[in-house]
Nanobody, 123 residues
């Protein structure tokens, strides 16, 4: 049973930074992709970034490119999302998700999801 637990959300002023963490358990994740998604009220869940566990290859949504960095710590089974220069439009619940043997931005293709962590950016 794969479990994903996010942490690190909170309230931050525009221009500030946050680092979100996602700790994964229940499997060996060497063949997995770990992704970050977000969902604002009244909007669909959208892709933010993803990392292939074994290779470290990354991909970013245009909305966060240059402001966000996804990374992983294999020893801790943890994926991070560092977000800088935060904007009010970054306000959303941020979710960590995992899938095996594929690398995709499409939310419905991910098999496992965390409970989410709220990020609120004030103007």
């Amino acid at each position: 049973q794969v479990q994903l637990v996010e942490s690190g959300g909170g309230l931050v002023q525009a221009g500030g930074s946050l680092r979100l963490s996602c700790t994964a358990s229940g499997r060996t994740f060497s063949s997995y992709t770990l992704g970050w998604f977000r969902q604002a009220p009244g909007k669909e869940r959208e892709f933010v970034a993803a990392v292939a566990w074994i290779s470290g290859s990354t991909v970013y949504a245009d909305a966060v490119k240059g402001r966000g960095t996804i990374s992983r710590d294999n020893a801790k089974n943890t994926v991070y999302l560092q977000m800088n220069s935060l904007k009010p439009e970054d306000t959303a619940v941020y979710y960590c998700a995992a899938l095996e043997k594929r690398f995709t931005r499409i939310p419905r293709e991910y098999d496992y999801w965390g409970q989410g962590t709220q990020v609120t950016v004030s103007s």
